[in-house]
């Protein structure tokens, strides 16, 4: 580690407050472990952060943190923190990049948030009709599930601007509830704004949800070295189930995919992968402990192969049965 007091470590983040909130945690970790560590936020505005329409019309959210990867990799900054459900999972790593360190994991649930001064506490409070805003196909088709009566519409920008919508203060967004990600509402001290947190049992998570990943350059071994000693291996042994698991899929950022690993007290895997049609009327589920060798590949793998079995793949390209 000799050679970083004299050299700036800069991270390359988004430049939304929550990316930027991001940044400042793992720099806060960074400097407990070297405390002589100068360290320097290189924030990028995306062409997904400056896009207000589908993200699937410009290509997914992998725009998040495409821009940055390229950065990383012509070596205008030194690592990248990315929200690992951003990252495409169809895809392989960019060139000469790694995930040097996965962090402990944060809250994975979703959470349910009311406009100011509403009186409704749940999903049950709401009457037929009612507008609920998303950005998730995932979140989407869990909701129609048990409430097929609920009209579910597409809310973008971040955290805060979308609470600002809800609450009317900003943009002509007329809803009657939000859904995001406990771990968003965290991260910008906003839990407050809850109202109702759904199990896991109820809306199944993102592959990846709650994960920070830390990329460098695979052959910056000062950076790569000081990165794995924020490791956390038992979520990088989940998030790697999940993501072998939407690798087989070939699911992308906007497939109607979930999936959760968690690890329990005696150390064993164990995984719960969903496919959706877009409404939810139908779906694929599995859920698999892992075996006696308890790798996190070989779990997500027979997770995949019993939704493929359960026909996943028409339901994500949308094939009606």
Same mark, same amino acid.
């Given at each position: 580690?000799?050679? !970083? ?23 806060? &970790? ?8 100068? @360290?320097?936020? #290189? ?25 940055? $990867? ?28 790694? !995930?040097?360190?996965?962090?402990? *994991? ?12 509403? %009186? ?6 709401? %009457? ?17 599930? #048990? =409430? ?24 002509? &967004? ?5 859904? #995001?990600? =406990?771990?968003?509402?965290? *991260? ?9 947190? !759904?199990?896991?049992?109820? @809306? ?78 139908? !779906? ?29 793949? $028409? ?7």
């Amino acid at each position: 580690m000799s050679d !970083f007091p004299e050299r700036v470590l800069r991270i390359g983040t988004r430049s939304s407050p929550m990316a930027m909130a991001q940044t400042e945690h793992v720099s806060t &970790l960074l400097r407990e472990l070297h405390p002589e560590l100068t @360290i320097e936020a #290189v924030p990028t505005t995306t062409e997904a952060d400056r896009w207000h329409g589908d993200l699937a019309q410009l290509g997914g959210k992998g725009l998040f943190v495409k821009a940055i $990867d390229q950065q990383l990799q012509r070596g205008d900054i030194d690592m990248a923190v990315h929200c690992l459900k951003d990252v495409p999972g169809d895809e392989p790593m960019p060139k000469g990049l790694v !995930f040097a360190a996965m962090l402990p *994991r944060a809250d994975v649930r979703d959470v349910l948030v009311m406009p100011e001064g509403s %009186p409704a506490k749940s999903l049950g409070d709401l %009457p037929p009709g009612a507008a609920v805003a998303t950005t998730a196909v995932r979140r989407t088709a869990q909701i129609l599930a #048990v =409430r097929p009566d609920l009209n579910v519409i597409r809310v973008r920008g971040a955290v805060g601007t979308r609470l600002d919508k809800l609450d009317g203060k900003k943009g002509d &967004l007329h809803a009657d509830a939000m859904i #995001v990600a =406990r771990s968003g509402l965290e *991260r910008l001290q906003l839990t407050d704004r809850i109202v109702y947190e !759904f199990g896991t049992d109820e @809306i199944l998570p993102a592959v990846g949800a709650g994960v920070l990943a830390l990329e460098c350059r695979r052959d910056d071994s000062p950076v790569a070295g000081l990165l794995e000693r924020l490791n956390h291996p038992a979520t990088q042994n989940e998030a790697t189930a999940e993501r072998v698991m939407l690798h087989g899929l070939r699911g992308h950022c906007n497939s109607p995919i979930a999936g959760h690993c968690v690890t329990g007290p005696d150390g064993q895997l164990s995984l719960r992968g969903m496919v959706f049609s877009r409404d939810g009327s139908k !779906f694929a589920h599995a859920h698999i402990w892992g075996d006696t060798s308890n790798d996190p590949g070989t779990l997500g793998s027979r997770v995949c192969a019993e939704l493929l079995r359960q026909d996943a793949r $028409d339901l994500i390209d949308g094939i009606p049965h």
